[in-house]
């Protein structure tokens, strides 16, 4: 199973170091899906890119609140935007290797639920797949 030579191909080495450094966590994900791309296995890949973009997502910062008291608009053409290259860039969230985990356990509990929900309603393939991903993302959690 490839699954299983992708989240345990560090044998260990790299988990202390991963609890100093969240960007070795994403690193280590990153390898790994390169690894799982290369070996051609969909669920993998499937389930290290959404949780990529589920650590994106946590990094984003709320949007500004919209309304007559967000200021003077900033552009002749369309009011209430910003000019120039950049100016409308907002630096995003510092996430701790705590936010990951976390972020890592949703991934989880949503994949583990949603598997009990297919089986139940008679899709048992679907719900392992489901179990299948929780699995692989269980071997980047500590402990």
Same mark, same amino acid.
Not at 97 to 126: F, N, P, S, W
């Given at each position: 199973?490839?699954?299983?030579?992708?989240?345990? %191909?560090? $044998?260990?080495? !790299?988990?202390?170091? !991963?609890?100093?450094?969240?960007?070795?966590?994403?690193?280590?994900?990153?390898? !790994?899906?390169?690894?799982?791309?290369?070996?051609?296995?969909?669920? =993998?890949?499937?389930?290290?890119?959404?949780?990529?973009?589920?650590?994106?997502?946590?990094?984003?910062?709320?949007?500004?609140?919209?309304?007559?008291?967000?200021?003077? /608009?900033? %552009?002749?053409?369309?009011?209430?935007? %910003? =000019?120039?290259?950049?100016?409308?860039?907002?630096?995003?969230?510092?996430?701790?290797? $705590?936010?990951?985990?976390? =972020?890592?356990? /949703?991934?989880?509990?949503?994949?583990?639920?949603?598997?009990?929900?297919?089986?139940?309603? *008679?899709?048992?393939?679907?719900?392992?797949?489901?179990?299948?991903?929780?699995? =692989?993302?269980?071997?980047?959690?500590? *402990?």
């Amino acid at each position: 199973m490839v699954a299983a030579e992708v989240t345990d %191909s560090n $044998d260990g080495k !790299d988990d202390e170091q !991963d609890t100093a450094n969240p960007g070795r966590l994403r690193a280590r994900l990153r390898a !790994d899906l390169t690894t799982a791309m290369k070996a051609r296995d969909k669920v =993998v890949v499937a389930v290290l890119r959404t949780t990529l973009a589920a650590f994106d997502d946590a990094e984003a910062v709320p949007p500004p609140a919209v309304g007559p008291a967000t200021g003077p /608009a900033t %552009s002749e053409y369309v009011a209430g935007t %910003s =000019v120039g290259l950049g100016s409308a860039e907002v630096a995003r969230r510092e996430l701790t290797l $705590d936010d990951l985990y976390a =972020v890592l356990r /949703a991934q989880i509990d949503e994949r583990t639920a949603q598997a009990h929900t297919y089986a139940a309603h *008679g899709q048992a393939e679907a719900g392992d797949r489901l179990r299948r991903e929780a699995d =692989v993302l269980r071997g980047y959690l500590p *402990g």
